[in-house]
Protein backbone atom coordinates (compact mmCIF):
# COMPACT_ATOMS: atom_id res chain seq x y z
CA UNK A 1 0.00 0.00 0.00
CA UNK A 2 1.05 3.41 -0.22
CA UNK A 3 3.08 5.60 2.51
CA UNK A 4 1.96 8.46 3.48
CA UNK A 5 4.02 11.99 3.50
CA UNK A 6 5.10 11.22 7.22
CA UNK A 7 5.27 7.32 7.27
CA UNK A 8 8.42 8.50 4.44
CA UNK A 9 9.48 10.96 6.61
CA UNK A 10 10.45 8.58 9.38
CA UNK A 11 12.97 6.60 6.45
CA UNK A 12 14.51 9.33 5.50
CA UNK A 13 17.89 9.97 7.68
CA UNK A 14 16.16 13.32 8.30
CA UNK A 15 19.77 15.45 8.33
CA UNK A 16 18.00 18.63 6.62
CA UNK A 17 20.85 18.52 4.05
CA UNK A 18 18.85 20.04 1.16
CA UNK A 19 21.03 17.72 -0.89
CA UNK A 20 17.88 16.81 -2.46
CA UNK A 21 16.92 20.12 -3.77
CA UNK A 22 14.25 20.47 -0.62
CA UNK A 23 14.80 22.54 2.22
CA UNK A 24 13.77 19.80 4.54
CA UNK A 25 13.58 16.29 5.18
CA UNK A 26 9.81 16.60 5.88
CA UNK A 27 9.30 18.64 2.47
CA UNK A 28 11.21 16.18 0.46
CA UNK A 29 9.24 12.95 1.98
CA UNK A 30 5.47 14.96 0.72
CA UNK A 31 6.64 15.86 -2.44
CA UNK A 32 7.63 12.24 -2.92
CA UNK A 33 4.50 10.40 -1.57
CA UNK A 34 2.30 13.23 -4.29
CA UNK A 35 4.76 11.50 -6.42
CA UNK A 36 6.25 14.58 -7.50
CA UNK A 37 10.41 13.52 -6.84
CA UNK A 38 12.41 10.14 -7.00
CA UNK A 39 13.80 8.56 -3.86
CA UNK A 40 17.24 8.88 -5.61
CA UNK A 41 17.42 12.43 -4.69
CA UNK A 42 18.43 11.71 -1.36
CA UNK A 43 21.73 10.44 -1.32
CA UNK A 44 21.72 9.47 2.09
CA UNK A 45 18.89 7.26 2.45
CA UNK A 46 19.70 3.35 3.21
CA UNK A 47 19.46 0.39 0.99
CA UNK A 48 17.00 -0.68 2.89
CA UNK A 49 14.59 2.40 3.69
CA UNK A 50 15.36 2.36 -0.43
CA UNK A 51 13.63 -0.76 -1.43
CA UNK A 52 10.34 -0.21 1.46
CA UNK A 53 10.23 2.82 -0.89
CA UNK A 54 10.42 1.67 -3.92
CA UNK A 55 7.50 -0.88 -3.33
CA UNK A 56 5.32 1.79 -1.33
CA UNK A 57 5.73 4.00 -4.09
CA UNK A 58 5.28 1.70 -7.37
CA UNK A 59 2.72 2.45 -9.11
CA UNK A 60 -0.47 0.08 -8.33
CA UNK A 61 -0.14 -1.84 -11.28
CA UNK A 62 3.27 -3.49 -12.33
CA UNK A 63 4.70 -2.58 -15.71
CA UNK A 64 6.23 -5.95 -17.49
CA UNK A 65 7.90 -6.80 -21.07
CA UNK A 66 7.69 -9.30 -23.26
CA UNK A 67 9.41 -9.50 -26.52
CA UNK A 68 13.10 -8.69 -27.42
CA UNK A 69 15.16 -5.75 -29.48
CA UNK A 70 12.70 -4.09 -31.80
CA UNK A 71 9.67 -6.01 -31.14
CA UNK A 72 10.17 -5.31 -27.21
CA UNK A 73 6.60 -4.31 -25.70
CA UNK A 74 5.64 -2.80 -22.04
CA UNK A 75 2.01 -3.49 -20.64
CA UNK A 76 0.28 -2.62 -17.64
CA UNK A 77 1.50 0.44 -15.44
CA UNK A 78 -1.90 2.26 -15.89
CA UNK A 79 -2.47 5.01 -13.05
CA UNK A 80 -6.18 5.51 -13.49
CA UNK A 81 -9.10 4.12 -14.37
CA UNK A 82 -10.34 6.57 -16.93
CA UNK A 83 -8.56 8.36 -19.77
CA UNK A 84 -9.66 11.67 -19.55
CA UNK A 85 -7.99 11.71 -15.62
CA UNK A 86 -4.62 11.73 -17.03
CA UNK A 87 -3.91 9.44 -19.85
CA UNK A 88 -2.84 5.57 -20.42
CA UNK A 89 0.55 4.92 -21.19
CA UNK A 90 0.89 1.51 -22.56
CA UNK A 91 -1.26 0.70 -25.27
CA UNK A 92 -2.48 -3.43 -25.39
CA UNK A 93 -1.04 -5.58 -28.42
CA UNK A 94 -3.25 -7.57 -30.75
CA UNK A 95 -2.39 -11.33 -31.17
CA UNK A 96 -4.12 -13.67 -33.63
CA UNK A 97 -4.51 -16.90 -32.86
CA UNK A 98 -2.79 -20.17 -34.77
CA UNK A 99 -3.80 -23.38 -33.45
CA UNK A 100 -2.35 -26.68 -34.12
CA UNK A 101 -5.30 -28.44 -35.57
CA UNK A 102 -5.36 -25.83 -37.78
CA UNK A 103 -5.36 -26.72 -41.72
CA UNK A 104 -2.78 -25.32 -43.49
CA UNK A 105 -4.98 -22.95 -45.25
CA UNK A 106 -6.19 -21.53 -42.17
CA UNK A 107 -2.70 -20.84 -40.96
CA UNK A 108 -2.14 -19.63 -44.50
CA UNK A 109 -4.54 -17.28 -45.16
CA UNK A 110 -3.77 -15.80 -41.10
CA UNK A 111 -0.45 -15.33 -42.33
CA UNK A 112 -1.00 -13.66 -45.75
CA UNK A 113 -3.70 -11.33 -43.34
CA UNK A 114 -0.68 -10.40 -40.76
CA UNK A 115 1.92 -9.57 -43.50
CA UNK A 116 -1.16 -7.70 -45.05
CA UNK A 117 -1.17 -5.17 -42.45
CA UNK A 118 2.13 -2.78 -42.35
CA UNK A 119 0.73 1.04 -42.36
CA UNK A 120 2.32 4.27 -40.63
CA UNK A 121 -0.78 6.20 -39.01
CA UNK A 122 0.27 9.60 -37.47
CA UNK A 123 4.10 8.01 -36.75
CA UNK A 124 2.95 4.82 -35.74
CA UNK A 125 3.96 1.74 -37.26
CA UNK A 126 0.93 -0.68 -37.41
CA UNK A 127 1.41 -4.03 -37.13
CA UNK A 128 -0.09 -6.87 -35.45
CA UNK A 129 2.62 -8.05 -32.62
CA UNK A 130 1.73 -11.10 -31.42
CA UNK A 131 1.15 -14.61 -32.66
CA UNK A 132 -0.97 -16.76 -29.81
CA UNK A 133 0.07 -20.33 -30.51
CA UNK A 134 -2.24 -22.75 -29.17
CA UNK A 135 -1.63 -26.22 -28.12
CA UNK A 136 -4.35 -28.11 -28.42
CA UNK A 137 -3.13 -31.44 -30.08
CA UNK A 138 -0.60 -32.37 -27.31
CA UNK A 139 1.87 -32.95 -29.62
CA UNK A 140 5.12 -31.26 -29.01
CA UNK A 141 6.42 -31.71 -32.63
CA UNK A 142 2.95 -30.60 -34.40
CA UNK A 143 3.02 -27.20 -32.38
CA UNK A 144 6.60 -26.57 -32.22
CA UNK A 145 6.38 -26.68 -36.19
CA UNK A 146 3.24 -24.92 -36.42
CA UNK A 147 5.46 -21.80 -34.39
CA UNK A 148 8.44 -22.53 -36.32
CA UNK A 149 6.17 -22.29 -39.42
CA UNK A 150 4.30 -18.81 -38.87
CA UNK A 151 7.31 -17.05 -37.02
CA UNK A 152 9.44 -17.66 -40.01
CA UNK A 153 6.58 -16.25 -42.30
CA UNK A 154 5.75 -13.21 -40.09
CA UNK A 155 9.35 -12.24 -38.66
CA UNK A 156 7.74 -9.18 -36.21
CA UNK A 157 5.58 -11.09 -34.39
CA UNK A 158 5.79 -12.64 -30.77
CA UNK A 159 5.24 -15.65 -29.92
CA UNK A 160 2.45 -16.08 -27.25
CA UNK A 161 2.82 -19.67 -25.94
CA UNK A 162 -0.24 -21.08 -24.60
CA UNK A 163 0.16 -23.98 -23.42
CA UNK A 164 -0.29 -26.20 -19.84
CA UNK A 165 1.73 -28.84 -20.33
CA UNK A 166 5.48 -27.65 -18.87
CA UNK A 167 6.76 -30.47 -21.32
CA UNK A 168 5.36 -29.03 -24.62
CA UNK A 169 6.22 -25.49 -22.80
CA UNK A 170 9.90 -25.97 -22.48
CA UNK A 171 9.54 -27.87 -26.11
CA UNK A 172 8.31 -24.82 -27.69
CA UNK A 173 10.20 -21.82 -25.48
CA UNK A 174 13.40 -24.23 -26.89
CA UNK A 175 12.58 -22.84 -30.30
CA UNK A 176 11.55 -19.45 -29.50
CA UNK A 177 13.05 -18.30 -26.33
CA UNK A 178 15.02 -15.81 -28.21
CA UNK A 179 12.28 -13.51 -29.17
CA UNK A 180 10.89 -13.20 -25.21
CA UNK A 181 7.69 -15.08 -25.98
CA UNK A 182 4.93 -14.84 -23.26
CA UNK A 183 4.53 -18.00 -21.95
CA UNK A 184 0.71 -18.40 -20.97
CA UNK A 185 -0.97 -21.65 -18.80
CA UNK A 186 0.30 -21.55 -15.87
CA UNK A 187 -2.31 -23.16 -13.41
CA UNK A 188 -3.09 -24.13 -10.02
CA UNK A 189 -1.62 -27.80 -11.01
CA UNK A 190 1.78 -26.88 -13.05
CA UNK A 191 2.70 -23.10 -11.55
CA UNK A 192 5.70 -24.29 -9.96
CA UNK A 193 7.43 -25.98 -13.73
CA UNK A 194 6.16 -22.87 -15.50
CA UNK A 195 6.99 -20.53 -12.88
CA UNK A 196 10.90 -22.21 -13.21
CA UNK A 197 10.46 -22.12 -17.10
CA UNK A 198 9.43 -18.25 -16.82
CA UNK A 199 12.29 -17.33 -14.41
CA UNK A 200 14.91 -19.33 -16.51
CA UNK A 201 14.33 -17.41 -19.65
CA UNK A 202 12.84 -14.41 -18.14
CA UNK A 203 9.48 -14.52 -19.70
CA UNK A 204 6.04 -13.02 -19.14
CA UNK A 205 4.16 -15.88 -17.71
CA UNK A 206 0.50 -15.71 -18.40
CA UNK A 207 -1.41 -16.92 -15.37
CA UNK A 208 -4.88 -18.23 -15.30
CA UNK A 209 -7.15 -20.03 -13.30
CA UNK A 210 -11.65 -20.09 -13.09
CA UNK A 211 -12.94 -17.12 -11.87
CA UNK A 212 -11.83 -14.32 -10.04
CA UNK A 213 -11.32 -15.61 -6.46
CA UNK A 214 -9.55 -18.69 -7.95
CA UNK A 215 -7.02 -16.38 -10.07
CA UNK A 216 -6.25 -14.20 -7.08
CA UNK A 217 -5.38 -17.06 -5.12
CA UNK A 218 -3.30 -18.77 -7.64
CA UNK A 219 -1.36 -15.01 -8.48
CA UNK A 220 -0.66 -14.65 -4.51
CA UNK A 221 0.88 -18.45 -4.77
CA UNK A 222 3.17 -17.29 -7.76
CA UNK A 223 4.22 -14.42 -6.03
CA UNK A 224 5.00 -16.25 -2.81
CA UNK A 225 7.25 -17.86 -5.27
CA UNK A 226 9.20 -14.89 -6.13
CA UNK A 227 7.39 -14.13 -9.71
CA UNK A 228 6.05 -10.84 -10.49
CA UNK A 229 6.22 -10.77 -14.06
CA UNK A 230 2.61 -11.64 -15.05
CA UNK A 231 -0.51 -11.49 -16.84
CA UNK A 232 -3.64 -12.47 -15.74
CA UNK A 233 -6.63 -14.66 -17.12
CA UNK A 234 -9.62 -15.10 -14.90
CA UNK A 235 -10.97 -17.42 -18.58
CA UNK A 236 -14.09 -15.95 -18.80
CA UNK A 237 -14.61 -16.68 -22.43
CA UNK A 238 -17.96 -14.78 -23.37
CA UNK A 239 -18.09 -11.09 -23.64
CA UNK A 240 -20.13 -10.01 -20.46
CA UNK A 241 -17.84 -12.38 -17.89
CA UNK A 242 -15.00 -11.31 -19.81
CA UNK A 243 -16.18 -7.31 -19.52
CA UNK A 244 -16.91 -7.98 -15.71
CA UNK A 245 -13.29 -9.82 -15.10
CA UNK A 246 -11.51 -6.77 -16.66
CA UNK A 247 -13.14 -4.12 -14.73
CA UNK A 248 -13.26 -5.60 -11.38
CA UNK A 249 -9.19 -6.36 -11.65
CA UNK A 250 -8.28 -3.25 -12.78
CA UNK A 251 -10.41 -1.33 -10.20
CA UNK A 252 -8.99 -3.90 -7.53
CA UNK A 253 -5.81 -2.93 -8.16
CA UNK A 254 -6.28 0.69 -8.65
CA UNK A 255 -9.18 1.70 -6.46
CA UNK A 256 -7.87 -0.58 -3.80
CA UNK A 257 -4.31 -0.50 -4.57
CA UNK A 258 -4.29 -4.19 -3.88
CA UNK A 259 -1.11 -5.46 -6.00
CA UNK A 260 -2.00 -8.86 -6.17
CA UNK A 261 -4.34 -8.37 -9.11
CA UNK A 262 -2.02 -5.38 -10.02
CA UNK A 263 -0.90 -7.16 -13.29
CA UNK A 264 -2.29 -6.33 -16.88
CA UNK A 265 -5.00 -9.29 -18.77
CA UNK A 266 -5.76 -10.97 -22.16
CA UNK A 267 -8.92 -11.17 -23.48
CA UNK A 268 -9.53 -13.95 -25.71
CA UNK A 269 -11.87 -12.25 -28.46
CA UNK A 270 -11.18 -15.49 -30.51
CA UNK A 271 -13.37 -17.51 -27.76
CA UNK A 272 -15.96 -15.00 -27.49
CA UNK A 273 -17.68 -15.49 -30.81
CA UNK A 274 -16.83 -17.02 -34.11
CA UNK A 275 -18.53 -13.91 -36.12
CA UNK A 276 -15.64 -11.44 -37.67
CA UNK A 277 -17.80 -8.33 -36.53
CA UNK A 278 -18.53 -9.25 -33.33
CA UNK A 279 -14.84 -9.87 -32.87
CA UNK A 280 -14.22 -6.73 -33.91
CA UNK A 281 -16.91 -5.21 -31.78
CA UNK A 282 -15.42 -7.15 -28.62
CA UNK A 283 -11.68 -6.44 -29.34
CA UNK A 284 -12.70 -2.34 -29.67
CA UNK A 285 -14.53 -2.52 -26.08
CA UNK A 286 -11.01 -4.56 -24.24
CA UNK A 287 -8.78 -1.56 -25.95
CA UNK A 288 -11.09 0.83 -24.05
CA UNK A 289 -11.30 -1.76 -20.72
CA UNK A 290 -8.94 -2.83 -20.17
CA UNK A 291 -6.86 -5.61 -21.95
CA UNK A 292 -3.57 -5.44 -22.38
CA UNK A 293 -3.34 -9.04 -24.73
CA UNK A 294 -6.07 -8.40 -27.08
CA UNK A 295 -6.66 -12.25 -28.99
CA UNK A 296 -8.66 -12.39 -31.74
CA UNK A 297 -9.04 -15.08 -34.14
CA UNK A 298 -8.12 -13.35 -37.49
CA UNK A 299 -7.34 -9.69 -38.39
CA UNK A 300 -7.96 -8.99 -42.34
CA UNK A 301 -6.80 -5.14 -43.07
CA UNK A 302 -10.12 -4.09 -42.94
CA UNK A 303 -10.67 -4.92 -39.59
CA UNK A 304 -7.32 -3.67 -38.38
CA UNK A 305 -8.52 0.27 -39.72
CA UNK A 306 -10.60 0.81 -37.52
CA UNK A 307 -8.87 -1.11 -34.60
CA UNK A 308 -5.55 0.77 -34.96
CA UNK A 309 -6.85 4.14 -35.14
CA UNK A 310 -9.24 3.24 -31.90
CA UNK A 311 -6.25 2.11 -29.50
CA UNK A 312 -4.00 4.73 -31.21
CA UNK A 313 -6.12 7.60 -29.92
CA UNK A 314 -7.24 6.02 -27.21
CA UNK A 315 -3.85 5.82 -25.99
CA UNK A 316 -2.70 9.44 -26.51
CA UNK A 317 -2.65 12.36 -23.77
CA UNK A 318 -5.57 13.76 -24.00
CA UNK A 319 -3.53 16.92 -22.80
CA UNK A 320 -1.68 16.95 -26.00
CA UNK A 321 -2.81 17.40 -29.33
CA UNK A 322 -1.85 14.13 -32.20
CA UNK A 323 0.62 16.00 -34.16
CA UNK A 324 2.85 14.40 -37.48
CA UNK A 325 5.91 15.21 -38.07
CA UNK A 326 7.17 18.74 -39.60
CA UNK A 327 8.40 17.87 -42.74
CA UNK A 328 7.47 18.67 -46.61
CA UNK A 329 5.37 15.46 -47.34
CA UNK A 330 4.84 14.04 -51.17
CA UNK A 331 1.55 13.14 -51.70
CA UNK A 332 1.95 11.10 -55.29
CA UNK A 333 4.52 11.08 -57.44
CA UNK A 334 5.96 14.94 -57.17
CA UNK A 335 8.22 17.01 -59.29
CA UNK A 336 9.22 20.86 -58.92
CA UNK A 337 6.50 21.86 -60.77
CA UNK A 338 4.25 19.79 -58.33
CA UNK A 339 2.24 22.31 -55.68
CA UNK A 340 3.19 23.00 -52.59
CA UNK A 341 0.41 23.57 -50.04
CA UNK A 342 0.98 24.58 -46.56
CA UNK A 343 -0.94 23.71 -43.25
CA UNK A 344 -0.65 22.87 -39.91
CA UNK A 345 0.95 19.85 -37.86
CA UNK A 346 -2.84 19.11 -36.37
CA UNK A 347 -2.83 15.24 -37.71
CA UNK A 348 -6.33 15.57 -38.24
CA UNK A 349 -6.18 18.42 -40.34
CA UNK A 350 -3.09 16.80 -42.03
CA UNK A 351 -5.35 13.93 -43.03
CA UNK A 352 -8.02 15.58 -44.49
CA UNK A 353 -5.84 17.43 -46.60
CA UNK A 354 -3.67 14.93 -47.65
CA UNK A 355 -6.70 12.69 -48.81
CA UNK A 356 -8.41 15.73 -50.31
CA UNK A 357 -4.83 15.75 -52.53
CA UNK A 358 -5.38 11.53 -53.05
CA UNK A 359 -8.63 12.05 -54.11
CA UNK A 360 -7.42 15.20 -56.52
CA UNK A 361 -5.18 12.49 -58.12
CA UNK A 362 -2.41 15.84 -58.41
CA UNK A 363 0.61 14.82 -57.17
CA UNK A 364 1.54 17.70 -54.51
CA UNK A 365 3.79 18.57 -51.56
CA UNK A 366 2.74 19.69 -48.23
CA UNK A 367 5.02 21.65 -45.96
CA UNK A 368 4.09 21.12 -42.40
CA UNK A 369 5.58 23.75 -39.96
CA UNK A 370 5.67 23.45 -36.22
CA UNK A 371 2.13 25.10 -35.71
CA UNK A 372 1.87 23.59 -31.70
CA UNK A 373 -0.40 20.69 -32.44
CA UNK A 374 -3.27 23.00 -33.63
CA UNK A 375 -5.85 23.18 -35.90
CA UNK A 376 -5.37 26.28 -38.55
CA UNK A 377 -7.48 28.83 -36.72
CA UNK A 378 -6.17 27.72 -33.12
CA UNK A 379 -2.33 27.87 -34.50
CA UNK A 380 -2.85 31.06 -36.26
CA UNK A 381 -4.82 32.96 -33.49
CA UNK A 382 -2.29 31.55 -30.94
CA UNK A 383 0.92 32.84 -33.21
CA UNK A 384 1.90 29.24 -33.99
CA UNK A 385 1.28 29.15 -37.36
CA UNK A 386 2.75 32.62 -39.23
CA UNK A 387 4.91 33.81 -41.88
CA UNK A 388 8.04 33.14 -39.86
CA UNK A 389 6.91 28.89 -38.61
CA UNK A 390 6.54 29.09 -42.74
CA UNK A 391 9.61 30.05 -43.47
CA UNK A 392 11.61 28.58 -40.89
CA UNK A 393 9.80 25.17 -41.95
CA UNK A 394 10.51 26.29 -45.71
CA UNK A 395 14.56 26.67 -45.52
CA UNK A 396 14.63 23.65 -42.64
CA UNK A 397 13.15 20.93 -45.48
CA UNK A 398 14.76 22.53 -48.23
CA UNK A 399 11.90 23.39 -50.10
CA UNK A 400 13.30 25.86 -52.39
CA UNK A 401 14.98 23.09 -53.97
CA UNK A 402 12.46 20.96 -54.13
CA UNK A 403 10.23 22.96 -55.19
CA UNK A 404 10.70 25.82 -58.54
CA UNK A 405 7.04 27.01 -58.92
CA UNK A 406 8.11 29.64 -55.85
CA UNK A 407 3.91 29.53 -55.33
CA UNK A 408 2.48 27.86 -52.27
CA UNK A 409 -1.04 27.58 -50.95
CA UNK A 410 -2.03 28.69 -48.20
CA UNK A 411 -5.74 27.25 -46.22
CA UNK A 412 -8.06 29.93 -46.95
CA UNK A 413 -9.48 30.33 -42.99
CA UNK A 414 -5.53 32.57 -43.67
CA UNK A 415 -5.43 34.35 -45.63
CA UNK A 416 -4.82 37.09 -43.89
CA UNK A 417 -1.27 35.81 -43.78
CA UNK A 418 -0.63 36.34 -47.38
CA UNK A 419 1.16 39.50 -47.29
CA UNK A 420 2.95 38.42 -44.29
CA UNK A 421 4.12 35.31 -46.00
CA UNK A 422 5.28 37.41 -49.47
CA UNK A 423 7.44 39.80 -47.00
CA UNK A 424 9.02 37.15 -45.34
CA UNK A 425 10.06 34.85 -48.71
CA UNK A 426 11.02 37.50 -50.92
CA UNK A 427 10.53 35.70 -54.68
CA UNK A 428 7.55 33.10 -53.66
CA UNK A 429 3.79 33.99 -54.98
CA UNK A 430 0.80 33.10 -52.18
CA UNK A 431 -1.96 31.84 -53.37
CA UNK A 432 -5.23 31.31 -50.73
CA UNK A 433 -6.68 27.76 -51.28
CA UNK A 434 -10.03 27.11 -50.54
CA UNK A 435 -11.45 27.39 -46.72
CA UNK A 436 -12.63 23.70 -46.78
CA UNK A 437 -10.15 20.96 -47.52
CA UNK A 438 -13.48 19.11 -49.45
CA UNK A 439 -13.10 22.03 -52.50
CA UNK A 440 -9.28 21.09 -52.81
CA UNK A 441 -9.56 18.51 -55.03
CA UNK A 442 -11.43 21.04 -57.80
CA UNK A 443 -9.31 23.50 -56.86
CA UNK A 444 -5.92 21.70 -57.54
CA UNK A 445 -7.77 20.35 -60.74
CA UNK A 446 -7.55 24.54 -61.89
CA UNK A 447 -4.30 25.01 -60.73
CA UNK A 448 -2.52 22.75 -62.41
CA UNK A 449 -4.67 23.54 -65.62
CA UNK A 450 -3.50 27.31 -65.73
FE1 LIG B 1 16.88 15.06 3.95
FE2 LIG B 1 18.07 13.42 2.20
FE3 LIG B 1 17.03 15.73 1.36
FE4 LIG B 1 19.23 15.72 2.90
S1 LIG B 1 19.01 14.88 0.82
S2 LIG B 1 17.40 17.04 3.09
S3 LIG B 1 18.81 14.00 4.19
S4 LIG B 1 15.93 14.03 2.24
Not at 151 to 167: A, D, F, L, R, W
Not at 268 to 289: G, I, P, R
Not at 309 to 323: E, G, S
Amino acid sequence: MALNGMQIYKLLPRKNCKECGFPTCLAFAMKLAQGGTEAEKCPYMSEEAKAQLAEATAPPMKTVKFGRGDTEYTLGGETVLFRHEKTFVNRPRFAILFSDTMTEDEIKTRIDHINAIDYTRINEEMYIEVGAFRCESQDKDKFTSLIKNVTESCPKIVPMIITENPEIAKAALDISAEKGPILFGATADNYEDMVKLAKENNLLLGVTADGKENLYELVQKIQNAGYKELLLDAKSRNLKGAFDDMVNIRRTALLSGDRTFGYPTAAFVCDMSTDKMMQLACASLFVEKYASIIVLSDMDYAMALPLFALRQNIYTDPQRPMRIEQDVYKIGPVDEESPLLVTVDFALTYFIVSGEVERSKVPAWILIPDAGGYSVLTAWAAGKFNAKSIAKALKEFDVENKVKTREMIIPGKVAVLKADIEDELPGWKVIVGPEEAAALPNFLKKYKEQ
